[in-house]
């Protein structure tokens, strides 16, 4: 009797096969805002940290706007994209006229040279939308060689094929460093 027991449970734990749901990798739900103060955020505050792909496409851009040649990026972007910038200059549309815009205004400056301080990104888990947040400086000479520094923090939101479609940029003027 107990070899028919051990022949029976072996016989069906060696069949069971696991769903495909458990063997994937879920991502831990966000920690619930219990007391929100008295404010509902008018997009979100359910937040989980997102792909890092997203993270090595923006930082990719970076390297890209620091070399002087966005080009090679134009294929991060989608179709339409609306970049929102930090002395309130909106620019939107196709990706092609976009992207030259943003390539005449990198040529005005002989040098760009960022640091990055922190990089991160998320994803807004009951909008399913993929951000990256990125806060940096950038030290750049114009052709006349005057240098001008800015800290960054911006957000980039990128669609369901990871292609980047909406960047919200925020600047503050700083002293630039000393030296080159």
């Avoid at 006229?97 to 994803?123: L, Y």
């Avoid at 940096?136 to 479609?165: C, M």
């Amino acid at each position: 009797m107990t070899a028919i027991a051990i022949c029976l449970f072996a016989c069906n734990t060696a069949e069971k096969e696991i769903p495909k749901e458990e063997t994937s990798e879920k991502v831990a739900a966000p920690p619930s805002i219990t007391n929100m103060s008295g404010y509902t955020p008018s997009y979100s505050a359910s937040f989980a940290m997102g792909d890092a792909r997203h993270a090595e496409t923006v930082l990719a851009i970076y390297k890209s706007w620091d070399s002087g040649n966005l080009e090679t990026q134009n294929s991060s972007f989608a179709d339409s994209i609306e970049l929102y910038l930090s002395d309130g200059t909106v620019i939107a549309g196709r990706r092609d006229s976009a992207m030259a815009t943003i390539q005449k205004f990198r040529n005005m400056f002989s040098s760009v040279k960022s640091t990055v301080h922190a990089i991160f990104p998320v994803k807004s888990s009951d909008k399913n939308e993929d951000f990256v947040c990125i806060w940096a400086t950038e030290v750049n000479i114009n052709q006349k060689g005057k240098k001008d520094s800015v800290d960054l923090q911006e957000t980039w939101r990128l669609d369901k094929d990871g292609k980047i479609n909406l960047v919200y940029q925020y600047a503050k003027a700083i002293k630039p460093p000393k030296g080159k």
